[in-house]
Every structure is written in C-alpha cells, then in structure tokens.
C-alpha cells in the first residue's frame, strides 16, 4: 500500500490525517495490519480484511458487534471499533475491507512463554470470555468461516488436495500424510453429541491474548475475527497448543516441542478461576480437545501446501509442511499426555 492510499483510509475514519504515523505489523498470518500513532501517543489498529479467506466480511462484523456489549468487565478490557464518516463500522475501498480499533495502551502479546503466570492468565480470561458471553443468542452468530474445525469437513480438503496436487509434492509430503491418516482414525473417539453449542474466540493462539505490561495480568483476547458457534474444547485445545509449547509453530527441530506439565497445570488453575459455566461433557472434552485443535490445524497447513499455499502466508515454499509437521508433532506429544490431562481436569476442574 502507498502511503497515499493509507491517508486516504485514515481519513474516512474520522481522523486528522497530518498528525499520524503508521507500522506495519507483520505477526499475523491473515489479515493486513498496521499500528497508527497519533501525535498525542493515541494508538489504534487499522486491519484490512483478507476476503480471500473471510468471504462475507461483514458478517464477520456483525458477529463481533454481536459479541462486543458482553465483552466488558472490570478485569476484561473492552475493544472498541472506530466509525468511518459514514456511520459504519468498516470501510470498503477499492473491493479491499477495512476497519480500524482502538489501541490498549501499556499491553503486550507473547508467541510463548515460560512463565506458569502467564498460562495462569491465559487460562482466567479464556475462561472469563466464555463466562462473560454464555448467555449470549447463539441464533444471532452467523459462521464467518462456515465448518471452521469441522473434522469430516477438514478431511474432505485433504482427501481433494490429494487428489489434485502434483505427485511431487505427494512424495514430499509422504510422511505428513500417513501421520493425518493415523491421527483421523484416533479421533474418530471425539463425541460432540452431548456438548452444549457456545459462542467461542476459535483462535485462541497465546499471541491472541492482550497481558498488561505492567501488572502481567490478561487483560482479553484480540483477533476477534472468527467469534462463531463452536465448542468449548475448540479454545481450550487451541490455547494449550501454543501455551505449554514453547517452539514456534514452524519449529523444523522437533526436539524443541514440547509439552509443559507445569505450564498445563497453572492453565487449567487460570480457567478454574472463571469455569462455572462448563458442563460435565465440556471437561470430559478437553483432553482429546488438546489433541484435536493442533492435528486439526496441521491438517489444514498441510492441505494448504498440497494446494500450493493459498491460505496462509508463507515465507518460503514448504512452510506449510513445516507447520504440519510441527503441529502433528505436538499433537503426538499431547495423545501421550491425555492421561496425566484427564487426570489433571478432575483435580482442577472439579
């Protein structure tokens, strides 16, 4: 983007144009943000949308809209997103998406991490969101990425990826393959039946959660872009994928993944802190939950790269094959933890 074409958007939020400063932030995988500073030290987000992977941006609006009023506790910092000239909350410019939100001053995210009051904090406002939005009309929410962690949807993709890639990088791929084969048989044991339908982040990556710089206490979760229906173990699954695993999601040395007994631990004395809301179902759910989230997520780098790269943002060619097999790899290590999980869940949880 020219610097004229990101003046031209500020503008059309309400902003005086002569007195900003934008970065580009480059950690997510998806959407296109950049940091606006004003003069005075203000700060907002301005994202442009990838419509490309979110079809109907404004229905990913309206979810967030919908979500927002019940976002708001005196230990949940709530977001706000600026109105552009015309009264909406988003800007549609040249076919691209835009919207634009306010900055919390003092906050930070982190990729990893090994302190146990950082997962404790993980754990509390992952737990806090879902208390503060139970209550919420399921009915409103429209899915912004319709069967985003549907198992049967996900393994039809492969299957079709597999079909259509080239042979070439079915050899390379090989071993990826027969590791999604093996795990699509093991979770063949996830049963949804009885779980309640509740309205969940989705994405609960640590570097989607905002901690306080000064006091280190979670202050909410960002990246609100996938808030739709789904089940607990869904943010359960993906928040511990990320949170008692200190390698990057790409790690190439497997001997750098790991799964944190102690880091699992202080979660799960986080989420207790605010869990009144889950059912008997919900915690039975959590320890294949674990398993589940980073196989489902390497199954879907791992498509991506037999359909060469066109969801996620890669740096170099076999990114995503790197992604699967890191994924898989956790994802191993937490089928071998499912015991100690489960046993850990009743103990906290109970």
Not at 92 to 99: E, H, K, P, S, V
Not at 179 to 204: G, M, W, Y
Not at 213 to 226: G, N, P, V
Request: hydrophobic share 40%; net charge negative; glycine share 4%.
């Amino acid at each position: 983007m020219t610097k004229e074409s990101i003046r031209k958007i500020l503008s059309e939020f309400n902003l005086n144009v002569s007195s900003l400063h934008w970065t580009p932030l480059t950690s997510g995988l998806i959407n296109d943000t950049y940091l606006v500073t004003e003069e005075d030290g203000q700060q907002y987000i301005l994202q442009k949308i990838n419509t490309q992977v979110f079809k109907n941006a404004s229905i990913l609006m309206d979810n967030i809209q919908f979500a927002l009023p019940a976002l708001k506790a005196d230990n949940y910092s709530q977001i706000t997103f600026l109105n552009t000239t015309a009264g909406t909350n988003h800007l549609i410019q040249d076919n691209d998406f835009w919207r634009m939100m306010t900055y919390i001053p003092n906050s930070t995210t982190y990729d990893t991490t090994t302190e146990t009051s950082a997962a404790f904090e993980a754990g509390r406002i992952i737990g806090k969101f879902h208390q503060l939005l139970q209550y919420s009309d399921t009915a409103l929410f429209n899915d912004t990425l319709p069967k985003f962690h549907n198992l049967d949807f996900r393994t039809l993709e492969f299957q079709e990826a597999l079909q259509n890639t080239d042979a070439q990088k079915t050899e390379i791929a090989d071993g990826a393959i027969k590791k999604a084969q093996s795990f699509l048989k093991e979770l063949q044991h996830l049963d949804t039946t009885n779980l309640p339908v509740r309205i969940c982040h989705n994405d609960t990556k640590l570097n989607n959660i905002l901690f306080s710089k000064s006091t280190k206490k979670a202050l909410c979760l960002i990246d609100l872009d996938t808030i739709m229906k789904g089940h607990f173990f869904y943010d359960f699954g993906d928040a511990i994928r990320t949170v008692v695993n200190n390698a990057p999601e790409d790690e190439q040395n497997h001997e750098l993944i790991n799964f944190d007994e102690s880091l699992f631990k202080a979660f799960v004395d986080g989420l207790a802190v605010n869990s009144s809301f889950l059912t008997t179902a919900d915690k039975d759910s959590l320890p294949l939950g674990a398993v589940f989230m980073p196989f489902i997520h390497g199954l879907r780098a791992l498509t991506d790269y037999l359909n060469n790269n066109k969801y996620y943002k890669v740096t170099y060619e076999n990114q995503n094959l790197d992604r699967c097999y890191s994924l898989f790899d956790f994802a191993e290590k937490a089928l071998s933890k499912k015991d100690f999980m489960a046993a850990c869940i009743k103990e906290r949880l109970s």
